[in-house]
Structures are given as structure tokens and as C-alpha cells.
């Protein structure tokens, strides 16, 4: 069984809406779980996390638009995407971390990783 499993990219128009779901299949406990994304030639970046507590952490560049949560009862987590922008076009990872941390970092040295889904917005 893949321990994260992303699903739900696509392609949408500039000013769309889509919402990419990571369906959670790991046996340890984690504390933070986070949203990543890369764009062809970047480096990975993070999007957006959440802590065990709900406690939720957004990149400058999303704030407003993005929204993480999790369903637990799913083991699932999400990321719903307003407002999209073509810069917002990159591969979408989720990311699993099981170290202690008071507050989840956006930083991509996370422990556990999804192979991805493909988001593309055209202008």
C-alpha cells in the first residue's frame, strides 16, 4: 500500500478552483503533514502544512487562496486551490513528517513523500 497517495490535479483556467486530496496510509504518528509543490527547473517549495493540534501554516504566495485540512476519520488530507494562477502550474506533493515539532515548517525535508499530481492553469 503507497504510504501518501495523492489524487485530484488537473488542469483548470486561470481564476479556477481545484482541490487535491492525499489519502494517508503510514503506520507511525505524525506531527506535521504539509503541501509541497515543484514547477519544472524550481526548487521544491512549500505550499502549505498543518500540525496534529489543526494548527495551519501557509507560504506568503498562496495565503488567502489555499486552504490545507485533514480528515482523520478519511485519513485523508487536502488541499483545496482558489484563485488559481499559471504560477501556481507544478507538480503538487504531499509530505508526511513523524519528528516532534511545536510548529510545522515548510522547509522539504520531510520524511515521508507522495509521488505527486500534476496541476496545470492556463492563462
Known amino acids: 500500500q503507497v504510504p501518501l497517495d495523492e489524487s485530484g490535479g488537473g488542469s483548470v483556467q486561470a481564476g479556477g478552483s481545484l482541490r487535491v486530496s492525499c489519502s494517508v496510509n503510514?503506520?507511525?504518528?505524525?506531527?506535521?503533514m504539509g503541501w509541497f509543490r515543484q514547477a519544472p527547473g524550481k526548487e521544491r517549495e512549500g505550499v502549505a502544512a498543518?500540525?496534529?493540534?489543526?494548527?495551519?501554516t501557509y507560504a506568503d504566495l498562496v495565503k488567502g487562496r489555499f486552504t490545507i485540512a485533514k480528515d482523520n476519520a478519511k485519513n485523508t488530507l487536502y488541499l483545496q486551490m482558489n484563485s488559481l494562477k499559471p504560477e501556481d502550474t507544478a507538480m503538487y506533493y504531499c509530505?508526511?513528517?513523524?519528528?516532534?515539532?511545536?510548529?510545522?515548517?515548510?522547509?522539504?525535508?520531510?520524511?515521508?513523500w507522495g509521488q505527486g499530481t500534476q496541476v496545470t492553469v492556463s492563462s
Open positions: 509530505a508526511a513528517e513523524p519528528r516532534y515539532l511545536r510548529s510545522c515548517s515548510l522547509s522539504p525535508d520531510y520524511h515521508t
Open positions: 503510514i503506520a507511525f504518528y505524525y506531527y506535521c
Open positions: 498543518i500540525h496534529s493540534t489543526g494548527t495551519t
